[in-house]
């Protein structure tokens, strides 16, 4: 539990008001946002992601836009991770304008769209296959999904999102989305594994064995 611990410290200090040197406040934040990336970038699940996504797009009627996607998966990688103690993407999530984006899923389907470095590459291509954009933020599937990439607890949690979120504007779904992982990052900037388990109220314990559960098998990949 130390690691854990000393993320969770880390993170406190950065955010109370009691370090007088404005310079190591910000090392303090600069310090779990790199914790927080080790823990959430190695664990990213490309093929489950994108089942994940195609699976979204079917239950929707074959499209969806990226706002509603980002906070389907959002909320079904949050309730997967309190209830099964892992995602169902390894995606980190970065705070923006509109609630959380799912970094590496979002840069899967700006390259499919054409505004993304990895725009026009073989994985871009492969991608495109998939799915296509019908204007700048509607997608369309072109595939259903592969179920055996996905667990039956990964379908549970999917279809509670989509319950949750399919029916609600673009405002009500930024607002539900804007809660305590949402506003103690910042803006543009990773949200934490932390909050967004204490977001569902998660004790701290928990919490603390979640985050040492995430960085040893993330760790174990490498």
Known sequence: MIFATFVTHCYTMSKRNVVVNQDCSTDFAILCYVLNTLIMNRSFKKDVALQAIMYILCKLGGKTDMHKLSKILYFADQQHLSLYGRSITGDCYIAMQYGPVPSKVDDMLKAVRGDSYFS???????????????????????????????????????????????????????????????????????????????????????????????????????
């Open 120 to 222: 026009g590459t073989p994985s871009a291509e492969m991608l495109a296959t998939y799915f296509r954009f019908l204007n700048k933020f509607t997608i369309e599937s072109l595939q259903d999904p592969d179920l055996d990439y996905l667990s039956e607890s990964d379908i549970e949690c999917l279809d509670a999102s989509i319950e949750k979120c399919k029916d609600l504007s673009f405002g009500q779904l930024t607002d539900l989305s804007h809660n305590i992982a949402w506003s103690n990052a910042p803006r543009n900037g990773l949200m934490s594994v932390q909050d967004i388990l204490r977001e569902v109220g998660d004790e701290e314990g928990y919490v603390n064995y979640i985050t040492e559960k995430i960085y040893t098998e993330s760790n174990c990949l490498s």
